[in-house]
């Protein structure tokens, strides 16, 4: 199994290009099949989920190439109405959205109950309710889900139990060709479903997000497409953690500061020197930083997927502080490996209590995707040698952290195969 190994203690200089936003990228994939025309879309990130949902799409028929590094044309035409690369299926929390977009153009979808980073059960009556609603028969067994419409589906107001991203992209998808507007309330307004709701509409849909409400009025057809991917808000937070636990004096380019605004101002809270301009973002941290408090919640507040690389950086500041995850109060996997590094850290319900560590190199193991991104975090900031087992975590979600990471001084080796 590859892995990391990272002789941390170095500060961190220089500039790194930030790419497009997995989470946005996902459903943009997944999205292409409610367009039977060859769409262009630009700012894709090269990470192992996105190659995934390519394979999967290519296995339903479609013709996909990346006609430069981070340039994918895409064309679902001849796609069937058979969902295929249930082993792929099986491994991603995105392939969620084969549901809403194969009932939008099929009335119809099939597939094996999708995967995800195993941070605990990961429900989707959110997204089943919606369907429902739509007109849709919806069936789970045996880790299927069987998802079928008998005639075509009708708009319908949806009022969201809870805040959910993928329930809110699974039925913007289910609405797309329904007659009238659907209506649905409490909606998740990430970035990434902004995102969303831009790349349709260009194709041609009628949708309009106005706070936790988006209305998507039905329409008959979409056409293709060329379309540029929004920033990765996540992989922008998580390098600005690297600096502040290791200092230094970074330059981000390529972001969109707005949907990081809410973080990097706790980030100016701890002593970071931040300055933004246009898409570009300056970080310096002198010294160590002054630990705070969070919790997470829904965008626009202090995002659950900054959680571990957050708590890798409270180990590295003057007091610590508290992280209190209301969204996935199960995804504290990260807490035993920082615990292996000598950190000072317990984990109580669903918040963790993180003190001032000296923390020494170790031999770890990234549990889920940001987990690994928190673990390296920490070694980075560690005087010494540590190992990352489960590398194939990390990079479903950063592109070239490897590359990136060194560009700015970090040390740090990619080590191939099973030693
Ligand atoms: C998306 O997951 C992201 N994944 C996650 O990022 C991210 O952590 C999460 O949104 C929250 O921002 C992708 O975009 C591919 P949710 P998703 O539905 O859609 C509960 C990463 O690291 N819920 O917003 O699965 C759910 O259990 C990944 O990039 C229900 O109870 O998250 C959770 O507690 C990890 N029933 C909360 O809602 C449902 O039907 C939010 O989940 C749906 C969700």
């Known amino acids: 199994m590859d892995h990391l190994i990272i002789d941390g203690g170095c500060a961190l200089n220089g500039e790194i290009n930030i790419g497009g936003m997995k989470n946005s990228a996902l459903p943009i994939i997944f999205a292409t099949l409610l367009i039977e025309e060859e769409c262009i879309i630009y700012n894709v990130p090269i990470v192992s989920d996105v190659i995934n949902s390519v394979e999967i799409l ?9 006609v430069d590094k981070n340039t994918l044309k895409i064309n679902t035409k001849s796609v069937g109405n058979e969902i295929r690369g249930y082993d792929l299926i099986s ?3 995105a392939s969620s959205y084969l549901m809403g977009a194969m009932l939008a153009r099929f009335g119809e979808a099939r597939l094996p109950m999708p995967g995800g980073c195993n941070f605990g059960v990961r ?13 849709a028969d919806t069936n789970e067994e045996n880790d299927f889900i069987e998802i079928k419409a008998s005639k075509k589906l009708k708009s319908a107001k949806i009022v969201l139990d809870k805040i959910s991203v993928g329930a809110t992209i699974n039925i913007v998808l289910a609405s797309i060709f329904t007659e009238g507007v659907t209506v649905i309330e409490n909606v998740a307004i990430e970035p990434h479903v902004d995102d969303l709701i831009c790349f349709l509409n260009i194709a041609g849909a009628k949708i309009i997000r106005v706070g936790r409400k988006i209305y998507s009025e039905g329409v008959n057809k979409l056409h293709s497409v060329q379309y540029k991917i929004f920033p990765d808000m996540i992989e922008s937070l998580t390098y600005m953690t690297f600096v502040g636990a290791c200092t230094g004096d970074i330059n981000l380019t390529g972001i969109n500061f707005e949907h990081i605004r809410y973080v990097t101002s706790l980030f100016s809270k701890m002593g970071f020197q931040i300055d933004s301009f246009y898409d570009e973002v300056r970080v310096k941290v002198k010294k160590k ?12 507040y202090f995002p659950t997927d900054l959680h571990p690389q957050f708590a890798s950086l409270l180990c590295f500041t003057t007091n610590g502080g508290i992280i209190k995850e209301n969204i996935f109060p199960t995804r504290f996997a990260y807490v035993n490996e920082l615990i292996k590094m000598g950190a000072n850290i317990k984990n109580i319900n669903n918040s963790v209590y993180i003190y001032p560590s000296a923390l020494q190199g170790a031999c770890l193991d990234a549990t889920d995707l940001r987990a690994g ?14 190992r990352i087992n489960n590398v194939n975590y990390i990079v479903r979600g950063y592109e070239n952290l490897v590359g990136k990471v060194s560009s700015i001084g970090g040390k740090i080796k990619l080590i191939k195969g099973d030693n």
């Open 289 to 300: 930083p002054l630990g705070i408090s969070v919790e997470t919640e829904p965008y626009p």
């Open 58 to 66: 290519k296995k339903m028929g479609a013709s996909a190439e990346f």
């Open 91 to 93: 491994k991603m929390r």
């Open 373 to 386: 991104a928190g673990l390296v975090c920490a070694a980075l900031g560690t005087e010494g040698k540590s």
């Open 123 to 135: 429900p989707i009556e959110q997204h089943l309710k919606g369907f429902s609603l739509l007109g």
